[in-house]
Nanobody, 119 residues
Framework: QVQLVESGGGLVQAGDSLRLSCAAS????????MAWFRQAPGKEREFVAT????????NYADSVKGRFTISRDIAKNTVYLQMNGLKPEDTAVYYC????????????WGQGTQVTVSS
């Protein structure tokens, strides 16, 4: 079972950048599709970005397209979310998620990392 640990969250001002990291255990990390989700206070968890098992395919929510970049370093078992041009509406707890290639839904989640963007 893959275990995920997020880091890199914090308090920033609008327009700033942050890079989130998600460190994964397990030697099978390279076979997993990875994603970032977020949940703002009082709102449902929403999709942010996903990257496939070998890193050659990505997809983004419209709200972050052009500002956020998801990437993965297979050698380091780590997925990143580079967030540029942050807005107050990006404030949320950000979660890393993983699913094996044969699964249709994400079955492993990290504990989350808080991102707060002040105006």
């Amino acid at each position: 079972q893959v275990q995920l640990v997020e880091s890199g969250g914090g308090l920033v001002q609008a327009g700033d950048s942050l890079r989130l990291s998600c460190a994964a255990s397990a030697r099978t990390f390279s076979g997993y599709h990875m994603a970032w989700f977020r949940q703002a206070p009082g709102k449902e968890r929403e999709f942010v970005a996903t990257i496939n098992w070998n890193g050659d395919s990505t997809n983004y929510a419209d709200s972050v397209k052009g500002r956020f970049t998801i990437s993965r370093d297979i050698a380091k078992n780590t997925v990143y979310l580079q967030m540029n041009g942050l807005k107050p509406e990006d404030t949320a707890v950000y979660y890393c998620a993983a699913r094996p290639g044969s699964y249709t839904s994400y079955n492993t989640w990290g504990q989350g990392t808080q991102v707060t963007v002040s105006s």
